[in-house]
């Protein structure tokens, strides 16, 4: 094993079984929606999408999509692809799409750092990792989705002037992230007022685990990086 997570999922991948109508869209609809990174990446990455879409988001490990979810309303001339290898989470956010008839998604099932690897050079405008498995113990930090590779490939994907967006709840996670971000020169921190990393970003619908966390009396750090 490396010294920090260079791609190979250490999550759950398996929860509940998928619902009929879960495994039914699994069939009919993933096909369309997954992401093949076997195959190169287009090199514009817009014509991925049914929709014409003007630019490209990210968001790294969705969970319950409320947030995927809602940005892709949002934004329906923005294309946006959502990674989330647990299946049950998976499944939900896919009848989200199909009912939804959300256009301008594309969805992968796997670790987030095949996309990263896959994705052409700067084809990104924005980034989301929301929450990222915190992996308390401090032998279990090398487990972390940030490490300098990971934002290496980060930083390979984002357009130079796009952000990207962190937010954790973990106090030690917020200080490993700040930590790698300042040892990292493609990066560099925004926030010039406590405000910057207390308050939300505009539109924020909040997410499952983040609503857990506030039930528990943690406090959530919203951490905005330029890619320079
Ligand atoms: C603590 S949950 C937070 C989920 C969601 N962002 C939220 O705020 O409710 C972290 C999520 O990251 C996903 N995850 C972990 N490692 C990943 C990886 N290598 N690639 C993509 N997603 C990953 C997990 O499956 C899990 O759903």
Redesign the pocket.
């Known amino acids: 094993m490396t010294d920090f997570y260079d791609g190979s999922?250490?999550?759950?991948r398996k929860g509940k079984p998928l619902t009929p109508r879960q495994s039914t869209l699994m069939e009919t609809d993933m096909p369309r929606l997954q992401l093949d990174p076997s195959v190169p990446a287009p090199a514009d990455l817009a014509s991925l999408f049914e929709a014409p879409v003007r630019e490209v988001w990210l968001e790294?490990?969705?969970?319950?999509g409320?947030?995927l979810l809602h940005r892709a309303r949002e934004n329906p001339d923005v294309g946006i692809i959502g990674?989330?290898?647990?299946s049950t989470?998976m499944g939900k956010a896919l009848v989200e799409v199909v009912d939804g008839g959300l256009k301008n998604v594309r969805l992968y099932d796997d670790?987030?750092?095949q996309i990263l690897d896959w994705l052409p050079e700067a084809s990104l405008s924005l980034a989301y990792q929301?929450?990222?498995?915190p992996w308390h113990k401090k032998r279990h930090w090398k487990r972390r989705?940030i490490s300098p590779k990971n934002l290496d490939r980060y930083a390979r994907a984002l357009r130079p002037g796009s952000q990207f967006r962190f937010a954790s709840d973990i106090d030690t996670y917020v200080d490993w992230t700040l930590r790698h971000i300042r040892d990292h020169e493609a990066f560099e921190w925004t926030a010039e007022t406590a405000d910057d990393w207390r308050q939300p970003w505009a539109g924020w619908p909040g997410?499952?685990?983040?609503a857990k966390a506030l039930r528990e009396g943690r406090v959530p750090r919203y951490l905005t990086f330029l890619r320079r």
């Open positions: 999922f250490y999550g759950r790294v490990g969705f969970g319950g409320e947030h990674i989330e290898p647990f989470s670790d987030a750092v929301l929450y990222p498995d989705f997410t499952r685990y983040e």
